[in-house]
């Protein structure tokens, strides 16, 4: 019976740092008339240190990217924050042009090589340390027929 108290306590004692372990994305995506795929995360950060999921698409995509917008929320992330947006092999497919972003103004970046997607995207971002930053992405993809 000890050994069952014990264990209750211990389970007790680390649930609330679980459940507050991380922060959250969200991806959807819808397509226009024109053939262009918009994929959008919507982000906010951990609680206790900033830090956000590297989140995965929900559809999987053939086309080209051509411009991907970065839009801070009402709770800033920090000034000179990174993103990457990476395909199945890892390739960053902005090649860079996502580092280094704005706290309050939303930005537009295109990338820096031709960027042929072939799958689901992934998005990751980094160095900031808000609790709870909250950060919309989108990225813009021409859709192959």
Same mark, same amino acid.
């Given at each position: ?9 211990? *389970?007790?004692?680390? %649930?609330?740092? @679980?459940?507050?372990?991380? !922060? $959250?994305?969200?991806? &959807? ?31 999987? *995509?053939?086309?080209? %990217?051509?411009? @991907?917008?970065?839009?801070? !929320? $009402?709770?800033?992330? &920090? ?44 998005? $990751? ?21």
């Amino acid at each position: 019976m000890k050994r069952m108290m014990i264990l209750a306590a211990i *389970v007790l004692l680390l %649930l609330p740092s @679980v459940a507050v372990a991380a !922060g $959250t994305c969200t991806a &959807t995506s819808t397509t226009t008339r024109q053939n262009v795929i918009v994929i959008t995360w919507t982000c906010v950060g951990d609680a206790s240190n900033g830090s956000f999921p590297a989140t995965a698409s929900n559809v999987g *995509v053939r086309g080209w %990217l051509f411009a @991907v917008d970065t839009i801070p !929320g $009402t709770t800033n992330p &920090t000034d000179d924050w990174d993103a990457t947006l990476t395909d199945a092999n890892s390739y960053d497919l902005m090649g860079g042009a996502l580092a280094n972003r704005d706290e309050t103004n939303a930005e537009r970046a295109v990338p820096t090589k031709t960027a042929w997607v072939d799958g689901a995207l992934t998005l $990751t971002i980094t160095n900031n340390s808000v609790n709870e930053a909250d950060i919309v992405v989108k990225a813009y993809i021409y859709k192959e027929n």
